[in-house]
């Protein structure tokens, strides 16, 4: 079933109706046809799902009558905060696509020392625009209860500074080249939920030693992902697939 | 340091010196522009690494000197193979090259009943040495020892038949649904290296019952891989990052 995001609150009861517009009516009316009678699933501010049949169009607007109300239990327990160095191409769209499949809650791009890409001070409000309404696409079709935020930081001074954690760790290479292998694991043993985890990784050219020395005298653990180098697009989605494992399915 | 695979045998003796010819002579002499004296790494057909300096070149062979000889570990020590049903566009293309990134031993794509895409007999070959070229630039750039190899297979049969595996897992998204969350993770418990994994994993528009039904009939586990939905191209990723974690990191 099709899925949706509100943006204003609703009375979540079966029996009551809201009034949906913008995209998503565009979407389920325009796109893919939806007829009176026919049902979608909406999420709540209060990350409930709703099933909800079509009323009425008017093409720009329409009115859902609410038919079941449930709670699903489909985040990861341990928010996680991706925290990536600025990297090139589509790279960012990557990592928040599939990122947003496999749980992430919040998206930090951030200048580093190593950062070849830069998002021009003008542009940088469209490029997080587009990159919030892939998180959003990205939350709706794997069926997540939020959407998770993107934010852009002027280096990683900044990230400590605004992001709200309780455990944080880098990925880094040259951890994983000294034999590292076991303190992503006691990171998250030590770890209880509702705490938040802050992942942080560098760009393509990796990120620069006094940055790791920054991060560690902040007290973030480097920490090494396996033996195999990995792209810059590809250790978050490893780290999240993890924390999955060990927090969802262990 | 630049990494290529030789694809014939050589004498991996430190002092002792090898000739390379193709595409590898291309890539390490005209593109990167390799001098005399410039080093590289050359993973041999015994999956040992050498590092060896460029002695002279013709611009269509090379000659190189050996000046160390390593075996690093950096393969997973539960060999896994990633069967897919056939997907649309460029997914094939981006599970074999993040799949090889994570480690993976051998793909190969089926004709699934659901499956939406095609291969056409006479672009087969084509398709599968295409595969096989992006498999071969992921191994050299995540420093992998070997190759993966990429195969077809016309049905579900036919990969039962044709892989060599010691335990089998169908990624099913019931499964998920109905809370099932640690067959995986007793399945790789269960697990003793150098055993192989076979994971199963359906295209855009998931399995058929009936495929899942003959799979567990032949003793293929199925299995959850958290709460959230993953599109077709991401799934294998999550299950080689758990492989690793589990038995690389833990």
């Not at 009425?56 to 709670?71: D, R, Y």
């Not at 925290?83 to 951030?110: H, M, N, W, Y």
């Not at 209880?192 to 990796?206: D, S």
């Amino acid at each position: 079933m099709q899925r949706y995001f509100l943006n204003a609150p609703i009375d979540a009861r079966v029996g009551q109706t809201f009034t949906i517009d913008g995209d998503t009516v565009k979407h389920w009316v325009k796109v893919m046809r939806a007829q009176p009678g026919d049902a979608a699933e909406f999420v709540t501010d209060a990350h409930q799902v709703v099933i909800a049949t079509l009323q009425s169009t008017t093409g720009q607007t329409a009115v859902a009558k609410i038919t079941a109300v449930t709670t699903p239990q489909v985040e990861l327990p341990v928010p996680v905060t991706i925290a990536c160095g600025l990297s090139k191409g589509d790279k960012p769209e990557q990592i928040v696509q599939r990122g947003t499949e496999l749980g992430a809650s919040a998206f930090v791009f951030f200048d580093s020392l190593w950062t070849v890409a830069k998002w021009a001070p003008n542009k940088r409000e469209r490029k997080l625009a587009r990159l919030a309404k892939i998180a959003q696409g990205a939350a709706e079709q794997s069926h997540r209860t939020m959407i998770p935020t993107v934010q852009y930081e002027a280096d990683l001074t900044s990230v400590l500074a605004h992001v709200t954690y309780d455990q944080g760790v880098v990925a880094w290479e040259e951890s994983a080249k000294q034999g590292e292998s076991s303190r992503l694991v006691q990171t998250l043993k030590h770890m209880t939920a509702p705490q938040r985890l802050l992942a942080i990784f560098g760009p393509e050219g990796g990120l620069a030693p006094q940055e790791v020395a920054q991060l560690e005298a902040a007290g973030v653990t480097p920490v090494g992902l396996g033996p195999r180098i990995m792209r810059a697009e590809t250790a978050p989605l490893y780290l999240l697939s993890s924390v999955s494992f060990w927090c969802e399915l262990v």
